[in-house]
């Protein structure tokens, strides 16, 4: 079986900072592409940043230049940096992960459970 777990969010004020990070255990051979999603009360799920296992970026018009993903191969760990924090950030921030599986490599796409992000003064 394959977790992928959120950790990172809380509440900060406008122009703050916040480092989400998603961590994979379990029976995994490798991780390919991973993006981080949101979603705000009464809107959809929308992507926020992806990232391939190449190293490969990608984001959301609404964050380019503030937000930074990246990860740690080693530690099956994506991290999603996010600087000058706006109130329109606030949402549930979740982990979308494309997993290939020990021991008989089948890949499938796992969420975590949910991270809050709160921006307020």
């Known amino acids: 079986q394959v977790q992928l777990v959120e950790s990172g969010g809380g509440s900060v004020q406008p122009g703050g900072s916040l480092r989400l990070s998603c961590a994979a255990s379990?029976?995994?051979?490798?991780?390919?592409?991973v993006g981080w999603y949101r979603q705000a009360p009464g809107k959809q799920r929308e992507l926020v940043a992806r990232?391939?296992?190449?190293?490969?970026?990608n984001y959301a018009d609404s964050v380019k230049g503030r937000f930074t993903i990246s990860r740690d191969n080693a530690k099956n760990t994506v991290y999603l940096l996010m600087n000058s924090l706006k109130p329109e950030d606030t949402a549930v921030y979740y982990c979308?992960?494309?997993?290939?599986?020990?021991?008989?490599?089948?890949?499938?796409?796992?969420w975590g459970q949910g991270t809050q992000v709160t921006v307020s003064s």
């Open positions: 379990g029976s995994i051979f490798s991780i390919n592409a």
């Open positions: 990232i391939t296992s190449g190293g490969s970026t």
């Open positions: 979308n992960g494309e997993v290939e599986r020990l021991p008989k490599h089948y890949q499938d796409a796992y």
